[in-house]
């Protein structure tokens, strides 16, 4: 905070304060040296960049942007945080994840950083009966337990429960969730589930164990299907709806009925949107509770899980860079817990240092970045708050046509919301396939001589509802058929660089040219004569002037010397023996699916 001098003169004083049309004309005069010819408002949209569910961030915001009052922490609309005090006493709770326990695991997680423990139990996780063999040693009093269960959770929390009385702690000392979810289960395994159970677990903790919640309304079978963030928002809010009407027609009030729900959201590596979605979801719920007459209960107990969808199978250290990012992104917009999936999650089961890392990341950012000292950083941002509030109306949006289509349930049956989710989908893959979103390691930058990183198979997860994808998928494919062909030939295939004129004329070209090729698991061949190299195909790079001047002759040479193929790296021309071209925004994907395809790579 500037301090003025005792007699208020401020050094800024004597100049006038720049208006917003002064910097538009500026950001004109920049695209105009760029071709651009655009004036007033369509030069600030040249420089927006336009999201999902038809937001657009744009280049500068000023106190002309406004949004709600977003409150005060710890008060309704609860966007600034659930809690007055937010994450400041012991920063957000450190929630570590096992799908299968090696002896000390858990014991080593809890006496170096984490704070709860979320165990996959059932089909495909910790047996239900291992339960008291996996929590051995663990003080249920200190530790909260959150059950992921599935059609199991009627059986979990039972033994759960079991434990807890079994080992004397006190019911009103409990805390954790039973992870019971049964709209979640439908959606990832296209099979309904009875509520009643559920109703009579929420009765019984309502009644005995205050700190323990019943119901998680999770978010990530949408996000992993391909949802966007408003689509993410839209839907937990109507499931949270469908618990709510459940729980109190079998006789909880509203505010028992809300005290019973934990919200569980991703977290991707769009720190801002990240930031954004878990403020716009506190506001949306404190909504709900507000119209069904509870509105004190509109606190969102959020529960944060670093991305699936983000996480790589190929250099999959670059992980820990999107997980850094995603955990960062979740303390900043208030999460209560944060869970970061260890680096090798994609690969299988996390090895021991895999889960340091990852219960390090939120070591590192509480500890040494102080995260959690300040309450809703963000807050107060022009940027966040109108993407605060634009998310909100456009989650809104979404919930309302579910509500409007008969609830959650029927959305599920219907089949709508898979449609609602394999469209957002399908124009994100557009993004992905054009490198319009690059993933480092994979699209961008890739690393063909990388050695293998295995793991031991995890568990398979539920099936038969939505689908899971992964941003990854396309050119894990790509590669994937490359890996067959250096198994069964002994190298990759390839292509050769023909360069044209000085470095200084064909390294972007060559550079560019090599990355892209790469990320189909094409090898790039820069040295010696194309006779030598081994490729049947051969890329020209240089400057557009030398194509002007060698590209055609350059192409035939390379034809009568054996090429079945010649690209132009640059936008495309009408050049003879140029067969075909890459540029930045052409599909990568179809353009290597196609190369292997001549390659006769299957």
Known sequence: MTVLPDDGLSLAAEFPDATHEQWQRLVEGVLRKSGKEVSGDAAEDALSTTLEDGLRTRPLYTARDTAPDPGLPGFAPFVRGGRSEGNTAGGWDVRQRHAAVEDGAILTDLENGVTSLWLLVGRGGIPVSGLARVLDGVYLDLAPVVLDAGRDVEAAAAELLRLYEERGVDPKAVRGNLGADPLGH?????????????????????????????????????????????????????????????????????????????????????????????????????????????????????????????????????????????????????????????????????????????????????????????????????????????LARAGWEFFRSIERDGGQAAVLRSGRIRTDLATTWAERSKKLAKRREPITGVSEFPHLAEKPVEREPAPEPPSGGLPRVRRDEAYEELRARSDAHLAATGSRPRVFLATIGSAAAYTARSTFAANLFQAGGIEPVTEGRFEDSGATEAVLCSSDALYEEQAEQVARSLKESGARHVVLAGRPAEYADIDSYVFAGCDAVALLSATLDRMGVS
């Open 186 to 390: 439908e959606a990832r395994t296209g099979t309904a589930q009875d509520f009643a159970p559920v109703a009579a677990l929420a009765a019984r903790c309502a009644e005995t164990c205050p700190g323990l919640r019943t119901l998680t309304v999770d978010a990530l079978p949408y996000h992993e299907a391909g949802g966007s963030a408003a689509q993410e928002l839209g839907a937990s809010l109507a499931t949270g709806v469908a618990y709510l009407r459940e729980l109190t027609e079998a006789g909880l009030t509203v505010e028992q009925a809300c005290a019973q729900l934990e919200f569980r959201y991703a977290a991707t590596a769009d720190q801002f949107l990240t930031v954004a979605k878990l403020r716009a979801a506190r506001r949306l719920w404190a909504r709900v509770a507000e119209v069904c007459g509870a509105p004190g209960a509109g606190a969102q107990v959020q529960h944060a899980v670093t991305s699936p969808v983000m996480m790589t199978r190929r250099d999959p250290w670059v992980n820990m860079l999107r997980t850094t990012v995603a955990t960062l992104a979740a303390g900043v917009g208030g999460a209560d817990s944060v869970t970061v999936l260890p680096f090798d999650h994609a690969l299988g089961l996390p090895d021991a240092f895999a889960r340091r890392i990852a219960r390090n990341t939120s070591t590192i950012l509480l500890e040494e970045s102080h995260l959690a000292r300040v309450i809703d950083p963000a807050g107060g941002s022009w940027y966040v708050e109108s993407l605060t509030d634009e």
